[in-house]
């Protein structure tokens, strides 16, 4: 695996591309993990938590997973790595420039993602890293029902 040393931006910059990395593993959404996620949040809307209801009163036939539910699960669908940032002594998540959730997530579905690297740039505070990551319900390699560009700073 290619390593790349932090504060060589001139070198990092090799990473960022237009194409989209290899799929990660799949992640199986289930009701019970649905549930968890309402009941953790308060966010028990009927759409995520009744089954019965959902299946006639949705417009998808079902109930389907929480944005941000699916948005946390990220790290669970990690993929294998393809290089590795080397010596810096902290990496801040410094937050997202884009969220959106583009299409609904099915409870009994599985999800996959998928990332590039943006951009790499130096700051004051370090070098950051933008990625752009994509979710998509497995099957459904068209369109990702969410896209998130995070940003990192390695310092």
Same mark, same amino acid.
């Given at each position: 695996m290619k390593q790349y040393q932090y504060d060589d931006v001139e070198a990092m910059q090799a990473l960022v591309s237009e194409t989209f990395g290899d799929w990660s593993q799949a992640v199986l959404i289930s009701q019970e993990m649905v549930n968890q996620f309402a009941e953790l949040t308060g966010d028990d809307y009927w759409i995520h938590t009744d089954p019965e209801k959902a299946k006639t009163d949705s417009p998808f036939g079902c109930t389907v997973a929480h944005g941000f539910l699916t948005l946390v699960l $990220?790290?669970?669908m990690r993929g294998e790595p393809t290089y590795e940032v080397v010596g810096f002594n902290n990496m801040l998540n410094y937050g997202s420039d884009k969220l959106r959730f583009t299409g609904v997530v099915p409870v009994g579905c599985s999800v996959r993602s998928r990332s590039r690297i943006k951009e790499v740039s130096a700051t004051p505070k370090g070098?950051? $890293?933008? $990625?752009?990551? #994509?979710? #998509?319900v497995e099957g459904q390699d068209d369109r990702p029902a969410v896209i998130y560009e995070l940003i990192f700073i390695y310092m």
């Open positions: $990220m790290p669970k070098t950051k $890293m933008v $990625m752009e990551q #994509h979710i #998509h």
